[in-house]
């Protein structure tokens, strides 16, 4: 793994949230993007060397929307930028991690994406992800 590439992090309402984080992080929010095969809604910021991924929901099926209705706002996944994703893919399986999606997809910010279970990595949503060139 090379660095934290981001921390997603659910919110209730995009535009409050972007708000918010512009005061609090004191920079501003550089690029917003709809997932729609995740149904989700994205806002990022960068914080040094990585970056924070808002996501809200933009159906009431979508995962986030679950994640929120379960445990409230908050911290969702943390993605780790790898060089090859195809590879660690293929280590963290044969240690038995579950993947979540058997091939690499594409995720926002012009990333493949894979996440893996919370229930084999310690109650963490883990996102690995590999820039698209
Ligand atoms: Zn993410």
Redesign the pocket.
Known sequence: MIRI??I?IAVENMNESIELYEQLLNTPCYKRESVASESVE?AFFKVGESKI?L?EASDPNSAIAKFIAKKGQGIH?I?YEVENIQAEMKRLEALGFELLNKEPKR??DNKL?CFLHPKTSGGVLV?L?QEMV
Do not use: R
């Open positions: 590439e981001h997603g994205t991924e996501l996944h993605a995720g926002a994406v996102e992800c």
